[in-house]
């Protein structure tokens, strides 16, 4: 385990300092370290830590989540108005009715497969997305629509919406019958996971005001906590639906509208977690990419994912829509939302694990999805956020 780590820490730093250099995200070189080192080509991670890969993976989104949520002002939300809301699951609900309607013909699949397949496409990436959203509002991009603001919010929300979905698919995929009460899980996850947050929050803020202790201690209570909403959700889930990551977000939020000198102070040191939280996250992703699938993999698969992300865009474009947001922002919007990766890596496989005749091509599209898209939303934001957003110091 120890030489895997040390193989994790130079390669992928080594990697994301080349790639920079190059003009290229950094967690391009970090993705393409975990590939090389993973159990598809060289196999030098050890089996001890892809065992516990989804659990660290889990634990440097809740880093990034926390970081999120105490730089999200709810005034910037509410400036933005219904574009913040719409952002939250029509882009997704266009992507899944691409689908649905291109891999039948293209695929081979059937009407529930191809939705099944399009809710697994549907999610974007927070771990790409949050920390990039992060810089921008640090820099003052876009600051006056809040732009940054509403991406990073939508994916958060995004990935619940589709989620729910996928396991309702999942169920008629393997048999089950449908059940409309399903759909209500999507509104009860993000509002239960929310008052969660708050209720949490708001008892952190008076803990720390009324009881002295370093802002170490503060940072490593409040992971605490992140970690054991996240850690309780599937129990939670047998009672009510719930998102313990949303409850992590609405964490921060609440922390930064109450006690808000203390959330710029740790702030800092989130972003300084952040550090060693997403190379693991990155190189662990990169390891969960079977890129054997690839074999399998025709133009196919890539004229659906790239039909599919003109069918996100054109819902973008709907959400963003009638507020006053300028063309170039409603671009830059279309780009951020691209990025796929963190809920592809999770589930991409659960329809092969569960016996279904269109699990390889689910997996198949799946990977080949977080190599096309991965790269290009990071680069496109990487290349397109400095002409495409006002700064606003």
């Not at 039948?104 to 496409?121: C, N």
């Not at 089950?176 to 929050?201: H, M, R």
């Amino acid at each position: 385990m120890i030489l895997s780590l040390a193989l994790m820490i130079m390669i992928g730093f080594a990697l994301k300092g080349i790639f920079q250099k190059l003009g290229l995200p950094g967690l391009l070189g970090m993705l393409l370290s975990g590939i090389i080192l993973g159990p598809f080509v060289l196999d030098l991670i050890a089996p001890s830590i892809l065992n516990i890969a989804p659990d660290l993976r889990g634990i440097a989104l809740i880093v990034i989540l926390v970081r999120a949520g105490l730089s999200l002002d709810l005034k910037d939300l509410k400036k933005v108005g219904r574009p913040a809301v719409l952002m939250c699951f029509v882009p997704a609900t266009f992507e899944i009715i691409g689908v649905l309607l291109l891999a039948p013909p293209l695929l081979g699949l059937s009407r529930i497969d191809a939705a099944l397949l399009g809710t697994v496409l549907g999610a974007v990436s927070p771990a790409v997305i949050v920390p990039k959203m992060l810089h921008l509002m640090e820099a003052g991009y876009g600051r006056r629509r809040s732009i940054p603001q509403m991406i990073m919010a939508g994916a958060s929300v995004d990935d619940v919406y589709t989620i729910v979905l996928f396991t309702a698919f999942l169920g008629l995929a393997t048999g089950k019958s449908f059940n409309p009460a399903v759909l209500l899980q999507i509104p009860t996850s993000i509002i239960i996971g929310a008052a969660a947050g708050f209720i949490i929050g708001f008892a952190l803020v008076w803990l720390f005001r009324y009881f002295h202790m370093r802002d170490t201690v503060k940072v490593l209570i409040i992971l605490g906590m992140s970690f054991l909403l996240v850690g309780l959700e599937p129990l939670i889930r047998t009672q009510v639906p719930f998102s313990g990551l949303l409850a992590v977000m609405a964490i921060g939020i609440t922390i930064l509208k109450f006690y808000s000198e203390l959330a710029k102070r740790i702030a800092g040191k989130f972003s300084k977690i952040w550090v060693g939280a997403e190379l693991i996250l990155f190189v662990l992703l990169g390891a969960a990419v079977d890129i054997r699938y690839l074999q399998g993999a025709g133009l196919a698969v890539v004229a659906v994912i790239v039909g599919a992300l003109g069918f996100r865009a054109v819902g973008v474009v709907i959400s963003v829509s009638g507020a006053g947001i300028p063309l170039r922002e409603k671009l830059f919007s279309v780009i951020a939302y691209l990025p796929k990766a963190t809920v592809q890596a999770a589930i991409g496989a659960l329809p092969l694990a569960a016996g279904l005749a269109s699990g390889q091509t689910i997996l198949t599209t799946a990977v080949v999805a977080i190599l096309i898209t991965a790269p290009l939303g990071a680069i496109g934001i990487e290349k397109s956020y400095f002409k495409l957003l006002a700064l606003d110091r």
